[in-house]
């Protein structure tokens, strides 16, 4: 069974830095595209970022610069690390494995709160 | 890139059909056919119902179809039962090699 597993989530003062992980079973996240996607409370989702197969990145413009995907493939893991957050990075964050340009299955989220 | 324009609500009685349309451009919707549907409940993580414009999931009820024409994609959910009640929303790839998902979409069952 696919299944995907955030965590890392917590309060940060605006500034700060965090990093998040996506624990992924069930199959191989190397041969997989994978992205994080976002959801500050009571809004919408929010595409932030995505690594292909073949190791090539892309990020929303307002994380570009800040916000850095990685995987480490001997854990079968997936990151995004967070710098110089701000209180609207606020939000859930989900990661999800790619299907045909879209995403599933998807992890049940991990909060990230920006506040003083 | 702006999100792609859903409606805000839309309700239909048990056993009815309604669509959710979803209005992009041609950097997105317009020109790639990477349309994907998700459903949503309160407190949960989004479900993926709908990928590459039309083809389902394994597990996906086939109550649940999706459509293009031009820059709008369509999501019609037919035989609408009670637990269809959630937020659904679009996504589509873009020219920027970017993703962007739509304002999101409250269907409720009457």
């Known amino acids: 069974e696919v299944q995907l597993v955030e965590s890392g989530g917590g309060l940060i003062q605006p500034g700060g830095s965090l990093r998040l992980s996506c624990a992924a079973s069930?199959?191989?996240?190397?041969?997989?595209?994978l992205s994080w996607v976002r959801q500050a409370p009571g809004k919408g989702l929010e595409w932030v970022s995505v690594?292909?197969?073949?190791?090539?990145?892309d990020y929303a413009d307002s994380v570009k610069g800040r916000f850095t995907i990685s995987r480490d493939n001997s854990k079968n893991t997936l990151y995004l690390q967070m710098n110089s957050l701000r209180a609207e990075d606020t939000a859930v964050y989900y990661c999800?494995?790619?299907?045909?340009?879209?995403?599933?299955?998807w992890g049940q989220g991990t909060l990230v709160t920006v506040s003083s | 890139q702006s999100a792609l324009t859903q409606p805000a609500s839309v309700s239909g009685s048990p056993g009815q059909s309604i669509t959710i349309s979803c209005t992009g451009t041609?950097?997105?919707?317009?020109?790639?056919?990477?349309v994907s549907w998700y459903q949503q409940h309160p407190g949960k993580a989004p479900k993926l119902m709908i990928y590459?414009?039309?083809n389902r999931p394994s597990g996906v009820s086939n109550r649940f179809s999706g459509s293009k024409s031009g820059n709008t994609a369509s999501l019609t959910i037919s035989g609408l039962q009670a637990e269809d009640e959630a937020d659904y929303y679009c996504?589509?790839?873009?020219?920027?090699?970017?993703?962007?998902f739509g304002t999101g979409t409250k269907v409720t069952v009457l």
């Open positions: 999800a494995r790619g299907t045909g340009r879209g995403f599933g299955p």
């Open positions: 069930g199959f191989i996240v190397s041969s997989n595209y």
């Open positions: 690594i292909y197969s073949g190791g090539s990145t």
């Open positions: 041609s950097s997105d919707i317009g020109g790639y056919n990477y």
């Open positions: 590459e414009v039309s």
């Open positions: 996504s589509s790839y873009t020219s920027s090699s970017s993703y962007v």
